[in-house]
């Protein structure tokens, strides 16, 4: 009996050693199997991270700077969706400047400057009238709220053809039959200045359309020549 029991233990320990070893060795292996997870998946971020820069490079040799330099630093009239732009800035500052010259010379009284007026005005009456009449470009598919705006700067630049050929006419008269009288120019000052505030206000709904309701840059919501 003695010896029955004695084995039953020895069997046991024996078990239990064994089982112990086991355990630790299936501990130990587990944890290399999460080391070596950890390694691989560490290894994999930076094969992924390493790929992505990769496709970035590639991406932008795929995009070379002599892509940037495809369209002309200078673009030529014909790439402009209209003209007007270009030729309406020449009316603002001029018939502004012819104005102030007009008021100026109410003082000074000098021919020099009542002749610098004229020419100033002239040329400027002759950029408001062909940006308002022949390079006005037709826009569609305007907001309602647009279209308001658009028709405070037709209104204000009709103005400004207006009283700047009234006003080019006034001081022609006074540098040829008046000899610049004082209240002559006085007159032909107060309506140039009328057509200086009309350009102003027909710029400020100008810039508005462009700035604001996004009406013109690329030629959105105009209408180009070829559509016609």
């Known amino acids: ?47 992924h991270k390493d790929h992505s820069h990769a496709s970035e490079a590639d991406s ?3 995009h070379p700077q002599d892509a940037h330099h495809e369209k002309k630093v200078t673009a030529d009239l014909a790439d402009f969706p209209t003209i007007h732009p ?5 009316a603002i500052v001029l018939l502004i400047v012819g104005a102030i010259l007009a008021v100026v010379n109410i003082y000074f009284i000098k021919r020099e400057l009542a002749w610098t ?12 009238y062909l940006a308002g009449r022949n390079f006005h470009p037709h826009t569609h598919g305007l907001t309602e709220h647009a279209k308001l705006v ?6 204000w630049a009709d103005w ?5 050929f009234i006003g080019l006419l006034l001081q022609g008269i006074n540098l040829f039959i008046f ?10 000052a ?19 359309l462009v700035h604001i309701e996004g009406i013109g840059p690329e030629g959105k919501f105009l209408e180009l020549e070829h559509d016609h």
């Open 179 to 188: 000899k610049s009288k004082r209240l002559a120019m006085a007159i032909v």
């Open 150 to 155: 658009l028709e405070q700067h037709d209104f």
């Open 86 to 90: 270009l030729i309406v800035h020449f």
């Open 1 to 47: 009996m003695k010896n029955i029991l004695k084995a039953v233990v020895l069997v046991l320990i024996t078990t239990a050693t064994v089982s112990a070893h086991e355990g630790h060795k299936n501990k130990q292996d587990s944890t290399v199997i999460q080391a070596d997870t950890v390694v691989n998946a560490h290894s994999t971020g930076e094969e």
């Open 190 to 208: 107060v309506v140039l200045l009328s057509a200086a505030y009309a350009v102003a206000q027909a710029g400020h709904y100008g810039a508005q």
């Open 117 to 128: 007026a004229f020419v100033l005005v002239l040329v400027g009456f002759v950029a408001a």
């Open 160 to 164: 400004t053809i207006n009283l700047g």
């Open 60 to 62: 932008h040799d795929a």
